[in-house]
């Protein structure tokens, strides 16, 4: 069967680039990019879609005869902090709306994208397992860990063919952050170009996994293209492409924008970021679907800075 593929939350950060390299994969008719807000003429084929309303999902699926969904739609680790509550809300209960109605509606495959911020204090910082302890310390983390078991429990209960990745802090030349706590790396670009002064909201030294948004596209699909024996995990996947901190990542910018100066003003976030682990074992990842990056730090600095230039 030809995938028809429903894209949740298509408006943000992630979506706004995998959707058009679905479309790439899959041809343009065949993936309807959704958000809670009308998504402008340049998504192409495309409808509002409330994750919080079970019937209106239902009704979608049956309406455009979905058979694959890519669950996006979230809020994020910073922004969640502003308001906890409606965070789970809106992270929880939309999930569990699109399992039930994968559930109902007899949907193929689901991707189901989770995060770094599912790991806490406690959680080995480097090279951090596949299966760890997961104590997050974000509404977002507490969300995403929930969410990972539920995904194992429709699989296991029902047979959902649900798949996932932990992303890392994902950095964009094509989409403007979606409050994050990573975002600081894609924010120094910008202002790289733009008034050569960065002002950090994290300390200099604070270490982070991260990835190029192309590896983290291609991941994303090669992932929900692997034969279904080969998918082992199905909590989620640890993925990593580098790992560096604020000053790592401005020193190699300063090679191209020489004039580039930085300042460092840490505020909530970084006691977000400190929860959080420094470096991933992604191997598990690399053994059972061909998991490997293409962009590493030098790299992927001189992508973007060539292509916000343009």
């Known amino acids: 069967m030809e995938p028809k593929i429903l894209v ?8 706004s680039v995998l959707i058009p390299a679905l479309r790439k994969a899959y041809g343009t008719h065949s993936v309807l990019a959704t958000d809670i807000r009308p998504l402008d003429e340049s998504f192409g084929w495309s409808s509002t879609l409330d994750v919080l309303n ?19 739609a979230a809020i994020l680790s910073a922004k969640g902090e502003e308001n906890p509550t409606f965070t789970w809300k809106v992270n929880m209960d939309g999930l569990l709306n699109i399992l039930e109605a994968s559930k109902k509606m007899g949907i193929d495959k689901i991707f189901y994208p989770s995060t770094i911020a599912v790991f806490g204090s406690s959680t080995p910082k480097v090279d951090t397992p596949q299966d760890t302890i997961l104590n997050p310390e974000t509404v977002y983390g507490i969300s995403k860990a929930a969410g990972e078991n539920w995904c194992k429990y429709y699989h296991d209960r029902f047979g959902l063919d649900i798949r996932s990745v932990r992303y890392p802090g994902l950095i964009s030349y094509e989409s403007l952050p979606g409050g994050g706590t990573t975002d600081y790396a894609v924010d120094i670009f910008h202002e790289a170009l733009k008034s050569e002064h960065f002002t950090c909201f994290l300390k200099s030294d604070t270490r982070l996994p991260m990835m190029y948004m192309p590896d983290a596209v291609r991941a994303t699909v090669e992932l929900m293209s692997a034969p279904k024996e080969s998918i082992k995990s199905r909590t989620s996947y640890n993925l990593e492409a580098m790992s560096f901190t604020p000053a790592e990542i401005y020193e190699e910018i300063r090679k191209h924008v020489p004039n580039l100066t930085i300042s460092y003003e840490p505020d909530f976030r970084e006691l977000i970021a400190r929860t959080w682990v420094e470096t991933v074992d992604d191997s598990s990842a690399r053994k059972d679907w061909g998991w490997k990056e293409a962009f590493d730090l030098p790299r992927m600095v001189e992508d973007m800075l060539y292509h916000l230039k343009q």
């Open 8 to 15: 949740t939350g298509g408006g943000g950060q992630l979506g």
């Open 54 to 72: 079970f019937d209106m999902i239902c009704d979608l699926i049956e309406r455009e005869g979905i058979n694959q969904i890519y669950h996006l």
